[in-house]
């Protein structure tokens, strides 16, 4: 889908850079202990219409997906990255919340039934004098 909308950009930001060419320019703002790296080198006229970009990627994109979307050159990913995959865990239903550890501890064993240790305080952590 990005391939697809980066082809109707403008010339300028269409072009995608290498690696090899990122790497050489980032090696060399090291050397000269720049604070910043453009690549490719146009992109240094942006921050002054910083502003402006959103709105226009915005409408541009709106103008165009419905157009691939109605001749099926988007297709459909589903969640991506970790983030995703633990989202479509969390709604795959019931079980242990991987953050939480699973429902070992304390707070797990009070939600099956399980009376705390004697001496421990409502959190299931025993209390020292």
């Given amino acids: 889908m990005l391939r697809e909308l980066r082809a109707h950009l403008p010339p300028p930001a269409r072009a995608v850079s290498s690696a090899g060419q990122v790497a050489e320019r980032l090696a ?4 000269r202990r720049r604070t910043s790296v453009y690549v490719p080198a ?6 002054p219409v ?7 990627v915005t409408r541009h994109a709106r103008a165009w997906l ?7 050159r988007i297709e459909a990913t589903g969640l991506l990255g970790a983030g995703g995959r633990a989202d479509e865990l969390r709604d795959s ?3 242990p919340d991987p953050r939480a550890g ?3 501890g304390p707070a797990g064993e009070a939600a099956r039934g399980v009376p705390p ?10 209390r020292r004098p």
Avoid: N
Avoid at 42 to 47: E, G, H, K, S
């Fill in 42 to 47: 146009w992109l240094r006229a942006v921050p």
């Fill in 93 to 95: 239903g019931p079980g």
């Fill in 28 to 31: 060399v703002a090291v050397e």
């Fill in 66 to 72: 419905p157009r691939l979307e109605r001749d099926g």
């Fill in 50 to 56: 910083r502003a402006c970009v959103p709105p226009v």
């Fill in 102 to 104: 699973g429902d070992a």
């Fill in 117 to 126: 240790a004697e001496g421990a305080g409502p959190s299931g952590v025993e």
